[in-house]
C-alpha cells in the first residue's frame, strides 16, 4: 500500500468520505465532513485525506486560526482530527498526512502544534507526535477547553488535552 493519494477535500468527496469514514472506523455526527468543507471554502482550513483509490485511508484538518488561545494569540496553526481508519493502521498513513500538513503548515508559520488526548485511547498519536519531534508547550493541561490546575478533579475522557508544537524550520 505504498502507492495512494492525499488530497484535499473536494466537494464530490463530501458524501464519500462520510460514509468511507462511518465503514472504516466511527460515524461522526450528521453533516460534519460538508461543515468541514465549508470552513475550508471560507479559508479556515483544509482538510487533507489518503485514500487508495476509492478506499479511504484517513485524513486530518490543519486549521489556521485555532481555538486554543496560545496558538491563536501566537499565529500558530494547529493540525486537528488526525484520523487512520482501522485497517489500515501502522502503515504509514498518518506519517505521510502529517508530512503534508506540515509542508502546508510551514509555508505560512515556522511552527505547527497539535492537541493529544490524555486517554489512553491516543496513546499510539502521543507516541508519533513524540517521534515526529512535537513537545509540550510547557502551559497547562486542559479539560473541555480551559487550563486545569493543581489538585482539580478532571474526568479522564477525549476532552483532557496536552498540547505541543514542533518547530519547522
Ligand atoms: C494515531 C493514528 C492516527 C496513527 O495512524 P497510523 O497510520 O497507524 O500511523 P503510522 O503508521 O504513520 O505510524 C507512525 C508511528 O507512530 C507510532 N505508532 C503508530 N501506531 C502505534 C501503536 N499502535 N502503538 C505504538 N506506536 C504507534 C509508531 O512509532 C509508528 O512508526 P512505526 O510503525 O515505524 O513504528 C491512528 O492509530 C489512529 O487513527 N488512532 C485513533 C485516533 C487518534 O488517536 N487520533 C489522533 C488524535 S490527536
Given at each position: 500500500m505504498t502507492q495512494y493519494d492525499i488530497d484535499v477535500l473536494t466537494?464530490?468527496?463530501?458524501?464519500?468520505?462520510?460514509?468511507?469514514?462511518?465503514?472504516?472506523?466511527?460515524?461522526?455526527?450528521?453533516?460534519?465532513?460538508?461543515?468541514?468543507l465549508a470552513a475550508q471554502l471560507r479559508g479556515e482550513l483544509v482538510l487533507l485525506l489518503a485514500r487508495d483509490d476509492?478506499?479511504?485511508?484517513?485524513?486530518?484538518?490543519?486549521?489556521?486560526e485555532p481555538d486554543y488561545p496560545p496558538f491563536r494569540a501566537?499565529?500558530?496553526p494547529e493540525v486537528q482530527d488526525l484520523n487512520v481508519v482501522t485497517s489500515a493502521r501502522r502503515r504509514g498513513v498518518a506519517s505521510?498526512?502529517?508530512d503534508r500538513a506540515e509542508h502546508l503548515i510551514a509555508t505560512r508559520n515556522p511552527v505547527a502544534g497539535?492537541?493529544?488526548g490524555l486517554h489512553p485511547g491516543y496513546g499510539a498519536a502521543q507516541r508519533m507526535y513524540v517521534l515526529r519531534g512535537y513537545v509540550p508547550d510547557a502551559l497547562p493541561i486542559t479539560y473541555h477547553d480551559e487550563p486545569v490546575t493543581e489538585y482539580q478533579a478532571v474526568i479522564l475522557d477525549d476532552d483532557l488535552v496536552l498540547h505541543l508544537t514542533k518547530q519547522l524550520r
Open positions: 466537494p464530490e468527496r463530501v458524501d464519500w468520505i462520510d460514509r468511507e469514514f462511518a465503514a472504516g472506523f466511527y460515524a461522526k455526527r450528521a453533516g460534519y465532513f460538508s461543515a468541514c476509492e478506499a479511504l485511508l484517513g485524513y486530518l484538518k490543519v486549521v489556521w501566537q499565529g500558530i505521510r498526512l502529517m497539535i492537541g493529544v
